[in-house]
Every structure is written in structure tokens, then in C-alpha cells.
């Protein structure tokens, strides 16, 4: 079965074309998958613990510059260790440098069903809607692998969307949910595009996911608003759904910059 990597060792993995990026779809990897399979990563090595009672709630990656598509990586330790609250920090290295710093937040589980509220409303389900390929704005091979159905027509700035995919993560690999569905939240800032990418840059640089719920299933539902200040700098907000409803919100800042400064 196709998937986005390939184990090489116990910390290393080999990108797939499938990774291919964006911005420069020959020898880039769009982060998305590499998002996922930092989490697959940490929950490896979260595994000798499970049935501990905590959920992976809060994850954040600081890009910090191109990705490579060639062989990373991944190492993952803990910075505080607790009962009620952990926190993990995950590093990946590509050609001798590092280029991705994660730290996510473990929390306890309780039973708070009696005061859960607040979420956002449902999306419509995407069983019924049509597909609508993305490779008319990106190229890359990760964008061909995309099944992306668009509640509505996207706007300027503005999109709210369904994407999947069959193939996997790590392969030969079961992963979590949770894996599975970061590996997509990063393609928020492809979908509601203000400008088009052949006339300007806007890459992020991080990505930021908060959650209430742990996602489930195969979709990932992104309630998506981009901004673009007046000084180089945006924001891509989304609000994360599965097809139980929202499960939490994920944020990235953006770099914006004409292609050609001329």
C-alpha cells in the first residue's frame, strides 16, 4: 500500500514521493506528513505507558527552515514528566541539521462530560460532496494524494473543507487516530489561498494544534480563515473538525512576500 514514509531504523524514516512539496514539489517535503509522523514518533515512544490515562492535547512545530525529502530523524524525549501533565519534546534531523522542534502537552483524562460546551457548530458531512483536486493551485506529490471535498465554494482568505486520504503514514505501520489526522491539518494553508502561489510566498513556519477532543476517523474537517497584514507577516486559522463535530483549533504564522521582489 502507498504511504507517506518508510521505517529505515528506530528513529529513521525514508519520505515517498507521496511527501512532495508545495512550494518546490522536486526536493521539498511538505510538513503535513512530517506533522503526522512526529506524533507517530512520539507515540512510539509514549507506548510502554499506555493506559496511562493522558491525551496528547496541545502540539506545537517550529519549522525551522527547508524540509528536505531525504532521510530524517526523529528523536523524542520528556521534559517534564508527570501524572496529570507531561510534556514531550521531539526533534527531527535532516542531512546533519535540525529542522523541526516539537513540544506537545500531555494532559489527564477525567470524566467532564457534565460541563462540556462551547464548541463550534458541525460541518456539513462529506459523504456526499463532491471532490475537488487542489493540483490546479499546488503542485507536489503530496497534494495529488489528497480526497478534498469542499463544504462550499472557497473564497479568498476563506474555505471550509473535508480532506483525506488512503494512504499511510509509515509503511506496514498501524498509527493512532491522532497521527493520522495531523498529518493532514497543515494543508489549512493551501486551501483558502488569498493570493495566488505563483505570484507570491506565504509559507508558514509553524503550526500550532490546541484540542478539546481527540480527533477520529479517516476526515479531517478545517473551518479555515487566512490573514495578510500589511508588514509581511499572516495567520492561518482554523477550526479542526471530525465528523463528530470540532475537536480544536489549530493556528500557523506566515512569512508573505512577493515572488519576485522586482
Known amino acids: 500500500m ?6 529505515i531504523g528506530s ?11 508545495a512550494w518546490r514539489p522536486d526536493d521539498e517535503q511538505h510538513f503535513s506528513p512530517l506533522g503526522g509522523l512526529i506524533v507517530h514518533a512520539i507515540d512510539g515512544f509514549l507506548a510502554p505507558r499506555e493506559g496511562r490515562g493522558m491525551h496528547l492535547s496541545r502540539i506545537t512545530f517550529d ?18 514528566p508527570g501524572r496529570t501533565i507531561e510534556l514531550v519534546e521531539a ?3 535532516i542531512a546533519g541539521r535540525v529542522a523541526v522542534i516539537t513540544r506537545a502537552w500531555l494532559l489527564a483524562v477525567y470524566d467532564t462530560a457534565a460541563v462540556a460546551g462551547g464548541a463550534a457548530g458541525p460541518l456539513a458531512p462529506p459523504d456526499e460532496l463532491p471532490t475537488r483536486p487542489l ?14 471535498r469542499p463544504v462550499e465554494p472557497p473564497r479568498p482568505g476563506r474555505a471550509r473543507t473535508w480532506v483525506s486520504t488512503d494512504l ?8 493512532t487516530s491522532l497521527a493520522r489526522y495531523v498529518a493532514l491539518v497543515d494543508t489549512a494553508n493551501g486551501v ?34 487566512v490573514v495578510f497584514g500589511a508588514e509581511g507577516q499572516g495567520v492561518t486559522s482554523t477550526v479542526l473538525h471530525d465528523t463528530g463535530g470540532a475537536v480544536g483549533y489549530a ?12
Request: charged share 20%; aromatic share 8%.
Open 2 to 7: 502507498p504511504s507517506y514514509f518508510e521505517r
Open 11 to 21: 528513529e529513521r524514516f525514508r519520505p515517498t514521493a507521496h511527501t512532495g512539496g
Open 63 to 80: 519549522i525551522l527552515g527547508f524540509l528536505a525529502r531525504e532521510e530524517l530523524e526523529i528523536h523524542v524525549d520528556t521534559v517534564r
Open 91 to 93: 526533534t527531527v534531523v
Open 135 to 148: 493540483a490546479s493551485v499546488w503542485p507536489g506529490g503530496y497534494i495529488a494524494s489528497l480526497d478534498l
Open 168 to 175: 499511510e503514514l509509515v509503511a506496514g505501520e498501524p498509527s
Open 192 to 225: 483558502a489561498v488569498r493570493e495566488p502561489p505563483t505570484a507570491w510566498l506565504f509559507p508558514n513556519v509553524d503550526l500550532s494544534i490546541h484540542l478539546h477532543r481527540q480527533p477520529a476517523g479517516r476526515w479531517v474537517g478545517l473551518d479555515t480563515t
Open 251 to 262: 493556528h500557523q504564522i506566515l512569512t508573505i512576500r512577493p515572488l519576485d521582489p522586482s
